[in-house]
């Protein structure tokens, strides 16, 4: 295969068979460690810092500073893995950082045991530093992961079920964790400060046990793909970072990823906030609401993997999400607390609309690859660096103004929360909208094989050539 030429049709069918179930499926469990920690990460942390004393101004600096390691980190990442390869060498190194910093925040403040004291500084220093240790092994395991797509196959329907299967995976790390949050909430009550650290410290080590027990499976089912391997990535010299800023297409990906994470990660981190504060909900609804969000994008994302796939309706699934997210935004923002329950089905929408943006962005980010494979890890890597540092200081700008709020108080329409949950995200999907209609997507693969494997559905065991 190395000897094998670009034009031999033999060579071609076996680097464009598409992958089984298994394989697509052991891959896609293999970001769960990192999926269900930063569901915590992004629903409960702002909220656990306040409630154990952190004001909403060092909170959001707790979660900035993570967010611009995460960035930096995955720049780095990508940079290092297009060298050097390796992707499953830097999915278990990054796994290990986040499994011990995880629990070092969300258990208590370590630096304040270590030192000896609880001064408020000290915490603000100490959670800060886990956090950005957390998101450094976060953005490694990542972009190993996200990276490897377009080096298991060049079949172009599979690389869409390795994403889809990838967001389903997702939705169902979400699930558990709200299923574990719902569990411990109900048996651990957090009338006291001591009480809600255990409670934050359960959830903590559950997360990280499930999480290892699905790394097991990844690393058993996945094979290490290499970018020196002729039989998935041809050998070629390293692409560099100037070939992609040369490109429409890579400013506009970019944007939509970039925009994609906005809606989702700014609306997930101040749902607790809104229900609890805003809707005046119980307190389980902090627990339920997001995971009937997910719920409802674990659904959707099923579906997505069973449909055919072409640029158009890549295209026209991405503009009917956005639409979805710009109506349920602005109820999410109007919605009143005596008509609490509509929420329900609004989160329903909302984790529809969720699934949609996300699978179709993920899925622009391989159109934008191709077969560039040498590339690859730098073009996931600057995208998310991107994600990282837009959510990060969103959040931060967004707690910036938030006031601390009393037992009892009525809040208005004018709340922090109830802009980061819905008015700021559908901005945020009328822009996804706009930039979506300049997309000029073209199924260009030069070999008639490609162009057939796009129409297939995404999950088949065989495949007609």
């Given at each position: 295969m190395a000897d094998a030429k670009q034009g031999d049709p033999m060579?071609?069918?076996?680097?464009?068979?598409?992958?089984?179930?298994?394989?697509?499926?052991?891959?896609?469990?293999?970001?769960?460690?990192?999926?269900?920690?930063?569901?915590c990460w992004f629903t409960y942390?702002?909220?656990?810092?306040?409630?154990?004393?952190?004001?909403?101004?060092?909170?959001?600096?707790?979660?900035?500073?993570?967010?611009?390691?995460?960035?930096?980190?995955?720049?780095?990442?990508?940079?290092?893995?297009?060298?050097?390869?390796?992707?499953?060498?830097?999915?278990?190194?990054?796994?290990?950082?986040?499994?011990?910093?995880?629990?070092?925040?969300?258990?208590?403040?370590?630096?304040?045991?270590i030192?000896?004291?609880?001064?408020?500084?000290?915490?603000?220093?100490g959670y800060s530093f886990f956090a950005a240790v957390f998101n450094i092994g976060w953005a490694a395991?990542?972009?190993?992961?996200?990276?490897?797509?377009?080096?298991?196959?060049?079949?172009?329907?599979?690389?869409?079920a390795l994403a889809s299967c990838?967001?389903?995976?997702?939705?169902?790390?979400?699930?558990?964790?709200?299923?574990?949050?719902?569990?411990?909430?109900?048996?651990?009550?957090?009338?006291?400060?001591?009480?809600?650290?255990?409670?934050?410290?359960?959830i903590a080590y559950l997360s990280i046990f499930i999480g290892c027990c699905f790394l097991v499976i990844f690393h058993a089912g996945t094979k290490e793909p290499t970018l020196k391997s002729e039989s998935n990535c041809k050998k070629r010299a390293r692409i560099s970072w100037s070939y992609w800023f040369k490109k429409t297409m890579y400013y506009q990906v970019a944007l939509l990823f970039m925009l994609a994470r906005?809606?989702?990660?700014?609306?997930?981190?101040?749902?607790?906030?809104?229900?609890?504060?805003?809707?005046?909900?119980?307190?389980?609804?902090?627990?339920?609401?997001?995971?009937?969000?997910?719920?409802?994008?674990?659904?959707?994302?099923?579906?997505?993997?069973?449909?055919?796939?072409?640029?158009?309706r890549l295209k026209c699934l991405l503009t009917i999400g956005a639409t979805l997210w710009v109506i349920s935004g602005v109820a999410v923002f109007f919605?009143?607390?005596?008509?609490?329950?509509?929420?329900?089905?609004?989160?329903?929408?909302?984790?529809?609309?969720?699934?949609?943006?996300?699978?179709?962005?993920?899925?622009?980010?391989?159109a934008l690859v191709g077969e560039d494979l040498n590339g690859c890890a730098f073009v996931y890597g600057s995208l998310s660096f991107l994600d990282k540092m837009s959510c990060g200081i969103a959040l931060f700008v967004l707690e910036s103004y938030e006031d601390t709020m009393s037992c009892g108080e009525t809040r208005g329409l004018n709340s922090v929360s109830r802009y980061g949950t819905g008015l700021i995200p559908s901005c945020f999907a009328v822009l996804s909208l706009v930039v979506t209609s300049t997309l000029r997507l073209q199924d260009d693969a030069p070999r008639a094989r490609a162009a057939a494997a796009l129409e297939a559905p995404l999950l088949v065991k065989k495949q007609k050539m």
């Open positions: 060579a071609e069918a076996q680097i464009a068979q598409p992958l089984g179930r298994w394989p697509i499926l052991s891959y896609g469990v293999g970001h769960m460690l990192n999926d269900i920690t930063s569901a942390l702002l909220l656990f810092l306040q409630q154990i004393g952190l004001a909403p101004r060092d909170a959001a600096i707790v979660m900035l500073s993570g967010q611009v390691a995460d960035g930096l980190m995955t720049v780095l990442a990508g940079e290092m893995i297009d060298r050097f390869g390796h992707f499953k060498l830097w999915h278990i190194g990054g796994s290990v950082l986040v499994g011990v910093s995880f629990s070092s925040v969300f258990g208590g403040c370590l630096l304040c045991t030192l000896g004291t609880d001064s408020y500084l000290v915490r603000t220093v395991t990542q972009v190993s992961h996200m990276s490897m797509v377009n080096c298991l196959t060049l079949n172009p329907t599979s690389r869409v990838r967001n389903a995976s997702n939705m169902v790390a979400n699930l558990g964790l709200y299923a574990i949050a719902l569990g411990v909430f109900g048996a651990v009550k957090g009338k006291a400060c001591s009480d809600i650290v255990l409670q934050y410290r359960w906005l809606i989702t990660n700014v609306s997930q981190s101040l749902i607790a906030f809104y229900v609890t504060r805003d809707l005046r909900m119980n307190e389980y609804s902090k627990a339920i609401i997001p995971a009937t969000i997910f719920c409802c994008s674990f659904i959707v994302s099923i579906v997505l993997q069973e449909i055919k796939w072409n640029s158009r919605l009143p607390s005596q008509m609490s329950n509509l929420m329900y089905p609004l989160a329903m929408v909302i984790g529809a609309a969720n699934a949609l943006i996300m699978v179709t962005t993920v899925g622009l980010q391989s």
